[in-house]
């Protein structure tokens, strides 16, 4: 397998070739892309003629494809994650170099024999034809349609016909149909390479417009280039998916041969499912989260359809990296979060997944003739159960499933999610690609590392539409004052919204000096746009000359943050060890947020120990320095990276400690960040942890805060616990009132001194904090305890104690007690009673509460408070629940003698049922 990676690579390098490393799954820098699914993704700015400088590239990228997930394991074509090998060209060779050099690979360096191979072709495309008959092909070439053969980006834009290879697997996989030719959908002929001519620009009307630079983009999965080199009928028999199969099979104790569904899946799933979650995606319901959850689920459950009900994915991580991660060494070394991450997703899922199943079922037998969506949809939303699970136990139940109606269900769930934030200022973003492409040699410098303040032009202005809900963004040629929108400068000072610090806030002024527009946010949406989310306060229009001013105090205050952090993670790693894996940050002027990976909170001990590290090295006034050096010095170096992370040919790298370039031992921390940083960790003062919670499975958060912004914080938290101690005092007074109203007495104090929020200092008020937290506690078990006591003292009215064959039941009505006064009571009345039964109710605003009790000696064995309560709640039309020896419940007024006596009935029919008189 690795030999193939390599011989395809090097037979590229030699015909003068870039051979480009793969490039992360989650692409960077397009957000039109959950994944990247083809070869070409990466160059994609090469061929829409966005970036120039390189004419020929070869690559083995990994790909991620959503659209096969339902067909995995049906078919030997279809895979979620795979590998692929391309090689491409921008505007440099065409059509007869990349079909000589295909032909040649495949037969030559490949050793695959040419009567396996067929060439297909685009039905108008003699160019072709004409180049493959020159080559030494024996079986004919095929015309065949454009359905196959003939790729297109979009309705319009670049497009061109295809050139695929296919291989024969033999005449036993064949459908039999006479028709049975390459480009069937069975499997005897397996697409093994496609070579795409870009050649075209379709036009509005349809019509076809040659390009000026004509490109080639050519892909071959290796999972079936390894299949057709080692004579296997199946990638699943190759060298990249039996030993995740056979590791499945060892664990499952099942054998699959007779198998073979379950365990294809199982096999894609755990490698595609590793490879996201090296990535640091973490198991969700929206976008590449969900992706990962359903793999996951998906694998979990066709383990349980072979008879295995505990978590096992998590344990296929193992032989999956031994296939992957000598490539990957990234894959290898993130080995223990891709296992947390699975292993909590699997943990989660058996637990709803009964449930949900059991609500399934008892669904199916009513014998329905189609599932409705929106029960489908319950069944999604409430218990976590997949809708592609629910169709496949509805398929195997002979039952449908209202696929629209689902959709509908989620539609109307999402408008409702989106009223809470519709007007918060989310904006659809502006396709940057085609204002990009249709500003050739557009590209917006970056100099805010130098400074906060330079003179530059407006090349690109956006207007918000503010007459939608979720505002879009439109060109135009000005924005007027009061607009708001989103412009473009030549060159900026301020920092785009990147690796999870926020954008710089600022003002831009016109060359007079007057104000032209407040700038609240800066993002780069392109990788050669950066666009300042504005408010205009004058006329503006592409060309305008102005003076872009950062908001000095804005940016130092997020500097302090962003040194901070890459001073926690440094700290993380010494206190918990080196497998903790940065998962997200957020660096703000006002606060700074860490989530990691790591599969338990963390202990007191810990915290104070990453934080003393951290304030350590802020006291030793450490020098920070920022450098940009080529991308092969980070393996070498050991600097920190983020999984799925581009950082181009020349990443910045920021180093904090003396010496630390050639000394490892003398710095305290090396990463890779784009981000503006203090000069020297002393500028920071102090730093403080002031949360550390939990995010997901397997991730941590740490909220800190550093600088400046430190003594704001604390200045609140005072003002905080102030206002807390203030409420809680006038909490315990009003408490104090109550008890000494019902017992007619004095109550004294139990503080020797009550605090004064106002002028204690802070030691004192937390002290005081709390005490009066703990004395709150005791004095709501006494006011409970007395409200009881008072109750029970009432005159009897409506009380009714009766002897039911051997069992004493007592019933009484009041009016406004509270529930947890019933449960104390009922405890009361029990332990008097001895053995017996107690039903007591309570009504307030046309509302009847109502708690049973049963004594241990009869709970479960001769009666069930639960099940008494569900029949009370029932009668009234209420909800009750509970256990066997005591349940509550409560619904509409009912009337009480009738409540009464469907009590005693129910009570007289068990007893009697279980021999008593």
């Not at 008890?739 to 004192?764: M, S, V, Y």
Request: neutral net charge; charged residues 25%; aromatic residues 8%.
């Amino acid at each position: 397998m690795s030999q193939l990676r390599s011989r395809f690579l090097s037979f590229f390098d030699r015909r003068a070739h870039n051979v480009v490393a793969s490039t992360a799954i989650v692409p960077q820098g397009d957000p039109t892309l959950l994944f990247t699914s083809a070869g070409m993704v990466p160059f994609k700015p090469y061929f829409l003629g966005l970036k120039s400088g390189l004419s020929r590239a070869a690559s083995c990228q990994r790909c991620f494809r959503t659209t096969d997930i339902d067909r995995v394991g049906t078919t030997i074509r279809h895979l979620t994650f795979f590998e692929m090998l391309g090689n491409f060209s921008f505007g440099d060779y065409f059509k007869a170099e990349a079909i000589a050099w295909a032909w040649e690979f495949l037969t030559k360096e490949a050793g695959l024999d040419p009567k396996r191979l067929t060439p297909t072709v685009f039905k108008d495309d003699d160019e072709a034809l004409r180049l493959w008959s020159k080559q030494p092909i024996v079986n004919p070439v095929i015309r065949l349609g454009e359905d196959t053969n003939f790729w297109a980006v979009g309705p319009t834009g670049p497009c061109g016909p295809c050139s695929e290879i296919y291989l024969d697997l033999g005449a036993e996989l064949s459908c039999g149909q006479p028709s049975c030719a390459p480009g069937c959908d069975c499997d005897r002929y397996l697409e093994i390479w496609n070579l795409v001519f870009m050649q075209f620009a379709r036009q509005e009307d349809g019509s076809l417009r040659p390009l000026p630079q004509k490109n080639i983009d050519t892909g071959m999965g290796l999972e079936r280039l390894t299949l057709a080199v080692s004579g296997k009928k199946s990638p699943f028999e190759t060298e990249l998916f039996l030993p995740i199969v056979e590791a499945a099979a060892d664990l499952l104790k099942a054998p699959p041969d007779q198998n073979k569904l379950a365990f294809r899946i199982i096999a894609d799933h755990a490698r595609a499912a590793s490879v996201l979650a090296a990535e640091g995606i973490i198991p969700s319901n929206v976008e590449r989260g969900y992706v990962l959850r359903r793999l996951i689920r998906r694998a979990v459950r066709y383990g349980q359809l072979l008879g295995h009900k505990g978590p096992f994915l998590h344990q296929l991580v193992e032989p999956t990296l031994k296939i992957l991660g000598e490539q990957y060494p990234e894959l290898a070394k993130a080995r223990s979060q891709i296992e947390n991450t699975l292993r909590a997703e699997e943990d989660r899922f058996l637990e709803t997944l009964e449930k949900g199943e059991r609500e399934l079922r008892q669904i199916l037998e009513t014998k329905p003739q189609a599932i409705p969506g929106e029960v489908a949809f319950k069944l999604y939303d409430t218990f976590g159960f997949p809708f592609e699970l629910t169709k496949e136990i509805c398929v195997a139940a002979g039952v449908s499933v209202d696929d629209q109606g689902f959709a509908r269900a989620q539609q109307e769930a999402v408008q409702v999610a989106r009223a809470g934030w519709r007007g918060s200022g989310e904006k659809a973003t502006l396709n940057y690609d085609a204002f990009a492409k249709e500003n050739v040699g557009l590209h917006c410098e970056f100099h805010g590392y130098q400074t906060m303040n330079l003179e530059t032009r407006v090349i690109g202005v956006f207007r918000y539409n503010k007459k939608t809900a979720v505002e879009e963004t439109k060109a135009e040629k000005e924005l007027l004052p009061g607009d708001e929108g989103e412009v473009v400068l030549h060159k900026t000072p301020f920092y785009a919204e990147s690796g999870g610090q926020v954008g710089d806030k600022g003002v831009l002024f016109d060359d007079v000096g007057n104000k032209v527009a407040e700038v609240h946010d800066v993002q780069r949406p392109h990788p050669d746009i950066i666009v300042h989310h504005v408010t205009a306060l004058r006329l503006i229009r592409p060309g305008l000359k102005v003076r872009a001013e950062v908001d000095k105090h804005h940016r130092e205050t997020v500097r302090y943050h962003h040194t901070a952090t890459h001073l926690l993670n440094a700290a993380l790693r010494q206190v918990l060890g080196p497998m903790i894996r940065q998962a997200g940050s957020l660096v703000a002027p006002d606060r700074l947020r860490f989530d990691f990976t790591h599969p338990k909170s963390l202990t007191e001990e810990q915290i104070k120990a990453v934080e003393d590290s951290v304030n350590a090295a802020i006291a030793a006034d450490m020098p920070v320095e920022c450098q940009e050096r080529p991308v092969a010095d980070v393996e070498p170096l050991g600097a920190t990276v983020l999984l799925g992370e581009n950082y181009g040919e020349k990443p910045r790298f920021v180093l904090i400690g003396p010496s630390g370039w050639k000394d490892p031992h003398q710095r305290y921390s090396l990463a890779l960040c784009g981000g503006t940083h203090v000069h020297r960790t002393g500028e920071i003062r102090h730093m403080k942890i002031v949360k550390e919670s939990a995010v997901a499975a397997g991730i941590r958060r740490i909220e800190a805060v550093a600088g400046p912004a430190l003594e704001e914080h604390q200045r609140m938290m005072e003002e905080g616990q102030r206002k807390q101690l203030q409420e809680m005092l006038e909490r315990y007074l009003r408490l104090t009132a109550e008890i000494q109203e019902l017992t007619g007495k004095p109550f004294k104090a139990i503080p020797r001194r009550l605090p004064n929020p106002e002028t204690d200092p802070l030691p004192e008020i937390k002290r005081s904090l709390e005490a009066l937290r703990e004395l709150e506690k005791m004095l709501k078990a006494e006011l409970q305890n007395l409200k009881a006591q008072t109750l029970a003292r009432q005159a009897h009215v409506g009380r009714i104690t009766l002897d039911i064959g051997n069992v004493k039941v007592c019933l009484q009505k009041f009016r406004e007690a509270e529930l947890a006064t019933l449960r104390s009571m009922s405890d009361e009345i029990r332990r008097e009673l001895g053995t017996g039964v107690v039903f007591l109710g309570s009504t307030e605003d046309e509302r009847l509460s109502f708690v049973v009790g049963v004594t241990q000696d009869l709970a479960g064995k001769t009666l069930n408070a639960g099940e008494l309560a569900k029949t009370v709640a029932q009668m009234m039309g209420g909800k009750a629940g509970g256990r066997a020896d005591f349940a509550q419940g409560g619904g509409p007024d009912y009337d009480w003698d009738t409540l009464v006596n469907k009590v005693t009935s129910t009570i007289r029919a068990t007893v009697r049922h279980d021999g008593g008189s």
